[in-house]
């Protein structure tokens, strides 16, 4: 039906969106048609024709940005590529041969097809009698497509001389079919079969013996006809010592399953020169004997929210309320409570200054990060909540941060005239800019932190059109700042503020040991991320700094040595910052798929993630639980320390023998990431459990109870009983 509705819209809206397409299919034929979206050309690899003698000719196709044509199974929608010849009597064109497609996932609606550039071959056998030159007319259709698809269709001609030996074309015209037979998957060097399960779902089984589960990704299986396979479902693919493993979906054809189930088998494999994008054509026979069991699927899973984007605002509302309430979030705001205080007894006016000023500098933070979110998601393709965390220059200067914060707060410094526009002092001056950076502050510090609701909010933001990106993560801004806005507009509240008096100055004080706290927090997940040498650099940029600001505080007059202090002022902080330069900042790979010795977490008692244990865990009927951390995920942290490694949910976990996988986030993971984006949430902590024998696994909360992780693990027990 969607397919129809499609070709439907197409036939339709076709002739009223692309008058100039259908116009250029009556004009005189040539071997170059444009179109408003496409320039195609027909290409020969021979200058000269040798009478029966095969040669290849190729339709190249440049495409508009953003647009895209249609593999020879288009998918949920669209319409292959077609070419009509008119050849000579005697003459012969063979069917076309298709180069690997791409998916195009299109709100959900799944296509296979080609973008920017592609170029279809089809081999010509001439007369063998042929005398005098050969003539290649073709008449070509396609459908080219973005918001709106348009059918276009073009008339081509294209003479060549004969000769006693074809003659090969221009260097070129040549390069274009090294080019276009790169793209030409190749046939299979493996074995494959597939079966069917009890509910009449295929699963593809590629017998590729010897595959490295962390050397191979991206693997898709491109059915070559519409119908035995759904191709809206998510293909979840997992590599074993075995091969490659494919569970697929029953398409929407009536007919019983094929013998055979054709297609093109995409992957990519990390060797020495970097990734390397594959493409191997492949049958697979069909193997009554072969009864898939349950698989690793998350599709699905027990509580997986799909939200709309009402509940997905409310729920960006409760979790930024929540995120009030975490550890990380609580010292800034502690800190601004107490510069709160200090305008009790001012003006009303001043006090709701200061609220709306906290409350835009939170909003504005929000904003600003939506939309680097939406520029990365734009150019990277996928983004995650707490990712600049991964990043260890962000671990660096976020460690500078907390630590000139806490000098402030403990009166080694005070900003003055010199010192007003110096990065994070702004967060302790007075009236509305003080308020606005504070707001500031608290942002930076709450991403590594999740709080109940945000998880499933994120995943939505993360994953819509910009508009509603920006609409969640300003809901989650406002629900971070309403209490201290609350507070700063009802008078009533407000008398339930302490009076000032000095007891003020020993909170500031107080609170600059959580300052301390958190730099010492950011330089432990440095060194998880580069090893010792980050505390060298963290230590040293710190005393730098301090050594900085010490030279900023002695003297006042305006005289060579003021100016001469500030000048090596100066240089400290600079150098400070040039730390940053010796950091490794490129994409790096936890230490769950690399083994590496910088583990962000502790793995004591559990196993590293990788799909194929988990797949292998599941298959077996065994329980599985799935835990996916970082070392800068502060909640993550207390949920291990409160739930998850207790002695009785160590001894728990024992008795009901479940197979306990730990994913560390810590560094950027590909594979993690994926399950995360299958999932729709955008970032850690993410906790899985299978039941035995279960097919989809059931999302624990954010936050953990020993509890709730004992009742969980009771039911095991009680089975076996």
Not at 55 to 82: A, C, D, I, M
Not at 181 to 205: E, F, N
Request: aromatic share 8%; hydrophobic share 50%.
């Amino acid at each position: 039906m969607t397919r129809f509705l499609a070709l439907l819209l197409v036939l339709l809206a076709g002739p009223a969106l692309a008058p100039s397409a259908f116009a250029q299919a009556s004009a005189a034929p040539t071997a170059v048609v444009t179109t408003d979206n496409v320039r195609s050309e027909l290409v020969s690899e021979v200058a000269t024709v040798k009478p029966g003698e095969p040669f290849w000719v190729g339709l190249r196709q440049t495409l508009r940005p953003k647009w895209h044509t249609y593999w020879k199974n288009p998918g949920e929608s669209g319409l292959p590529t077609e070419i009509t010849w008119k050849l000579p009597e005697g003459a012969k064109a063979d069917p076309i041969v298709w180069p690997a497609p791409i998916l195009f996932d299109i709100g959900g609606v799944i296509n296979y097809g080609f973008k920017d550039e592609s170029m279809l071959l089809v081999r010509i056998t001439p007369p063998a009698n042929l005398a005098g030159p050969l003539t290649l007319a073709a008449e070509a259709n396609w459908l080219v497509c973005e918001d709106v698809c348009i059918p276009e269709e073009g008339k081509f001609e294209l003479v060549l001389p004969t000769g006693a030996a074809a003659t090969p074309a221009p260097p070129a015209a040549r390069t274009l079919f090294e080019q276009a037979r790169r793209a030409i998957p190749t046939a299979s060097p493996w074995p494959a079969r597939y079966g069917l399960s009890k509910t009449g779902d295929p699963t593809l089984l590629v017998e590729a013996k010897g595959l490295k589960a962390d050397a191979v990704g991206d693997v898709y299986f491109f059915p070559a006809e519409w119908g035995p396979v759904a191709t809206m479902a998510k293909q979840i693919a997992t590599v074993t010592p075995e091969g490659i493993r494919i569970p697929l979906k029953k398409g929407d054809a009536k007919s019983a399953m094929p013998a055979e189930l054709a297609g093109t088998l995409v992957l990519t494999e990390k060797t020495a020169d970097g990734n390397v994008k594959q493409a191997f054509d492949l049958s697979a026979k069909l193997d009554p004997a072969f009864v898939p069991t349950a698989t690793a699927s998350l599709a699905n899973a027990v509580g997986a929210e799909d939200l709309s984007l009402v509940q997905a605002l409310l729920f960006a509302l409760l979790g930024g309320l929540i995120l009030n309430l975490m550890p990380c979030v609580f010292p800034v705001l502690a800190m601004k409570a107490a510069a709160f205080a200090r305008l009790a007894g001012h003006e009303r006016s001043e006090m709701r200054r200061d609220g709306l000023a906290y409350t835009a500098g939170v909003l504005a933070s929000f904003a600003a990060m939506a939309g680097i979110v939406i520029a990365i998601r734009s150019t990277a393709g996928e983004v995650s909540w707490g990712f600049q965390f991964q990043s260890p220059v962000f671990s660096l200067l976020i460690a500078y941060l907390f630590f000139v914060v806490g000098l402030n707060l403990s009166g080694v410094f005070e900003v003055g005239g010199r010192l007003a526009g110096v990065g994070q002092g702004l967060v302790a001056r007075g009236g509305t800019t003080g308020a606005f950076f504070t707001g500031v502050l608290a942002v930076i510090v709450a991403t590594p932190c999740t709080a109940p609701f945000m998880a499933a909010a994120l995943g939505f933001a993360l994953s819509q059109p910009a508009p509603a990106t920006i609409a969640v993560l300003l809901a989650m801004g406002l629900g971070l700042a309403l209490p201290y806005l609350a507070l700063s507009m009802t008078p009533a509240l407000q008398k339930l503020m302490p009076r000032p008096g000095p007891w003020m100055d020993r909170l500031r004080q107080f609170l600059a040991f959580p300052m301390y706290a958190s730099a010492v927090w950011m330089i432990w997940v440095l060194t998880q991320q580069t090893g010792a040498d980050g505390v060298l650099y963290a230590l040293g940029g710190m005393i730098l700094i301090a050594f900085a600001i010490w030279l900023l505080r002695i003297g006042s007059a305006a005289s060579v040595g003021t100016w001469v202090r500030r000048g090596l002022a100066a240089a400290a902080v600079l150098l400070a910052f040039a730390a940053t330069l010796k950091l490794d900042d490129s994409p790096a790979t936890a230490a769950s798929a690399s083994g590496g010795p910088n583990a962000g977490v502790s793995f004591e008692g559990w196993e590293r993630f990788s799909r194929a244990r988990m797949a292998e865990a599941v298959a077996a009927g065994k329980p599985v639980f799935v835990d996916f951390t970082a070392a800068w995920c502060i909640t993550c942290l207390v949920n291990e320390r409160v739930a998850l490694e207790t002695p009785a949910t160590r001894k728990a976990f024992e008795q009901a023998g479940v197979v306990k996988l730990k994913g560390d986030w810590t560094n950027r993971d590909t594979e993690i990431t994926g399950v995360l984006k299958e999932l729709g949430r955008a970032g850690v902590p993410l906790y899985l459990f299978w039941a035995p024998g279960a097919d989809r696994p059931k999302i624990l909360p954010q936050v953990l109870t020993e509890t709730l992780i004992l009742s969980e693990l009771s039911s095991i027990q009680q089975a076996k009983r």
